[in-house]
C-alpha cells in the first residue's frame, strides 16, 4: 500500500515538470472523455435493467428495493441506486446519460482525493494546482477503463454498474480518507459510507476489504507498517471502517433473498471450495487476464522510467525476492477474491465482478516496473522512449475506439430505439411480436433478448415496459 502511495507522488512529481507529457495527458483525456461521454449519450437499458424497472413502477423505490432484498437480491444498496436511477429515468428519459457523466466525475474526484491526500501523507511540501491534479486523475481512470474487463459490462449497463463499479469508487474514497492526515468530519462520513457501501453491494470485495483493514490494524499496532501520522489515526479509521463495512455485509448475508438464490447452486464445503478455488484461479490468470494484459502491461511501462528516477544509491539486494513475494501477493489477492464466488457458485465470477482483478493487475504490473527500474540498469534514451511510447500507445488506443465505436453506438441506439417505439405503439394487439436483431454493441452492453420467449432477457423487457404480448427475437 505504502509503495503505491510513494508511486503516485512520484509520477505526479515527474509529469509537473514536463510540458511535452502534460500536453499528451491532455490530448489522450480529452480523446478519452469524448469516446466517454459518445457512449453515455448512445446507452440504453438492457436485461435486468427491465426487471429493475418493473419492481418500482409496481412496488416503489423504497419498497421495491425490500421486496427485492427477499426475493431475489440482497444487495440492497446498490440495488437501492439502482432502483433510484430508473425512478428518475422516468422523469426524465436522459437520466442514464446523466448517470454515466456522474460516475466518471465521482470516480475522477476520488482518484484526486486519493492523490491529494498521498502527497499530503508523503510530503507536505509538495503542492500540486487543481487541474493538474484532475488532468492526471482522469489519466488513472482512463487506464482502468481500458485494462477492464468487458467495460460494457462494468461502466455501462446499469445494475452492474452500481453494484461492481461504485464498489471500486467508494474504496478509494475510503483509502483517501484512511490515509488523510487530518480530521474531517465530512470526509468521516464520507469514508464510512463509501465502506458500508461495499459491503452493502458486493460481497467478493467487501471480505477482500475486511481482510485487509484487518492486516493493517495488525501491523500498525506492532510498529511492522512504518507510517508518518499518528498510528492511532489509522488504527481508529480502519476499526470503523471495518464496523460499518462487516455490519453492511452482514445485511446483506443474511437477507432472504440469499437463501432463495442459493436453491439454484449445488451445496459445497469449505475444503472443496478450497481446493477448487484453485482451478478457478487458474482459469482466471490463464484465459481470462491474456485479454487485459496487454494494455495493462503498455499503460503499467512508465513504472520502469519512474523506477529509474528514483533509483537508489546501493542496489537492493533482495530486489528479485521482492518480485516474488509481489507476485504472490498478486496471485493469492485473485484468489482470495474469487473464493467466496467460488463458494456461491462453483464457478468463476461474470466479467464485471472480475473488475476488482483488473484492478489488481494494474497495480502488480505498475509496481513490478517499479522495482524493476529501480535496480536495472537501463539506458536514458530507452527510458525516456519507453515513457513516451506508453502516454502515446494510450493516446492511439483511446482515439481509435472514439473513431471505431461512435459509428457502432450510435447505429445500436438507433435501432433500439426504433425497437422500444414499435412495442409501445398502441394498436398492438398481437400475442407475439418478433422483433428484427439489434446491431453490435460495441462497449454498450446489448439489450439483445432470445428467440423463446420465456428466456429471462424477454420477460424482463415486457414486465419492464408493461407489455401485454409476448416478445422474441425473429
Known sequence: MFLLLQFTLHTSCLLKKSKLINILLLTSNT?????????????????????????IKQ?????????????????????????????????????????????????????????????????????????????ISIYIVSIIFISTFKINETWFWLCASCTYLWSVIMLVFGSAWIINRESKIWLKFLGCFAFAYIGGSCEPLALMVLLLLMLIIFLTRFDILPINIPKQ??????VLAALFCLTAFIILYMGQGNRNRE?????????????????????????????????????????????????????????????????????????????????????????????????????????????????????????????????????????????????????????????????????????TIELNPLPASGMIYSAEISKDTSYFSNQHLKNGLELKFQVRLK
Open 233 to 238: 489515526y489509522i488504527i481508529t479509521r480502519c
Open 263 to 431: 436453491t439454484f447452486f449445488h451445496e459445497t464445503n469449505v475444503w472443496i471450495a478450497l481446493l477448487s478455488n484453485i482451478k478457478m484461479t487458474g482459469i482466471i490468470v490463464l484465459k481470462k487476464l491474456p485479454s487485459i494484459i496487454p494494455f495493462t502491461i503498455i499503460l503499467s511501462l512508465p513504472s520502469v522510467y519512474l523506477g529509474s528516477v528514483f533509483k537508489k544509491i546501493a542496489i537492493d539486494m533482495n530486489w528479485k525476492r521482492k518480485m516474488v513475494w509481489l507476485t504472490i501477493f498478486y496471485l493469492s489477492a485473485i484468489y482470495l477474491y474469487q473464493l467466496p464466488i467460488t463458494y456461491k457458485t462453483q464457478d468463476i465470477g461474470a466479467y464485471r465482478a472480475l473488475f476488482p482483478i483488473s484492478i489488481f493487475t494494474i497495480l502488480y504490473f505498475s509496481i513490478l516496473f517499479f522495482i524493476i527500474g529501480q535496480n536495472i540498469r537501463i539506458g536514458n534514451k530507452l527510458l525516456k522512449g519507453i515513457l513516451f511510447f506508453s502516454t502515446i500507445s494510450l493516446c492511439f488506443i483511446n482515439a481509435y475506439n472514439l473513431a471505431n465505436q461512435t459509428k457502432i453506438v450510435f447505429a445500436y441506439s438507433k435501432t433500439y430505439d426504433e425497437r422500444i417505439a414499435i412495442l409501445k405503439q398502441p394498436n398492438n394487439n398481437h400475442s
Open 31 to 55: 480523446f478519452f472523455l469524448l469516446l466517454y461521454i459518445t457512449i453515455c449519450i448512445n446507452n440504453r437499458l438492457a436485461a435486468d435493467d427491465f426487471h429493475f424497472l418493473s419492481n
Open 59 to 135: 412496488f416503489g423505490l423504497l419498497n421495491g428495493t425490500f421486496i427485492e432484498y427477499n426475493s431475489w437480491s440482497t444487495r440492497y444498496a446498490s440495488v437501492f441506486l439502482n432502483h433510484l436511477v430508473l425512478t428518475l429515468i422516468q422523469f426524465n428519459k436522459h437520466t442514464l446519460f446523466f448517470f454515466g457523466l456522474f460516475n466518471l466525475i465521482i470516480f475522477t474526484l476520488a482518484i484526486k482525493l486519493l492523490i491529494k491526500n498521498t502527497i499530503k501523507y508523503l510530503d507536505k511540501n509538495h503542492h500540486f494546482n487543481q487541474w493538474f491534479q484532475i488532468n
